[in-house]
């Protein structure tokens, strides 16, 4: 598994990942994201933006259903990439009952207070935290 920063990977199959995953933002994808390659193709993605100071929000994470077993290892990268860029504090807004069992085992933390998460309108799914050590 690799994760490539998306303005690094050829157009062609970059193109060829979103034609199969119309959902996902492509100038958002391009700008700030990172694809994750498995066995040469292009399987999931992810954006890792820095909101505030030390404050990232992990958007846009998405991997194929036939890769989704490699999701708990991408998710232990992208924490991993979080700590090298320093964040201390790590958001996901979740919308699937099945990740959020998965960031419950890994120690994320649901968010009841507001004070990050009310900035941007997200009313469906959970919000959970991790803090990065």
């Known amino acids: 598994m690799n994760l490539i920063q998306a303005n690094k990977v050829s157009q062609e ?7 199969s995953n119309p959902h ?3 100038d958002s994808l391009l700008q700030k994201g ?3 390659e498995i066995k040469g ?7 890792l933006e820095e909101m505030e100071e030390g404050t990232y929000w992990l958007k846009q994470l998405y991997i ?7 999701l708990p ?13 320093h964040a201390k504090r790590v958001y996901v807004h979740s919308h699937q009952p099945v990740v959020d069992i998965l960031l419950e085992a890994l120690q994320f933390h649901p968010q009841k207070e ?3 998460v ?9 919000w959970w935290l991790y803090h990065v050590s």
């Open 41 to 47: 193709k292009i399987e999931g993605c992810f954006i």
């Open 118 to 126: 009310d900035k941007f309108d997200q009313k469906d799914g959970n």
């Open 114 to 116: 507001r004070a990050f």
């Open 13 to 19: 199959k970059l193109d060829y990942f979103l034609l």
């Open 24 to 26: 996902m933002n492509k």
């Open 73 to 85: 290892v991408l998710l232990e990268s992208i924490l991993t990439m979080a700590k090298q860029q």
């Open 34 to 36: 990172y694809v994750v």
């Open 64 to 70: 194929t259903q036939s890769e989704a077993a490699v």
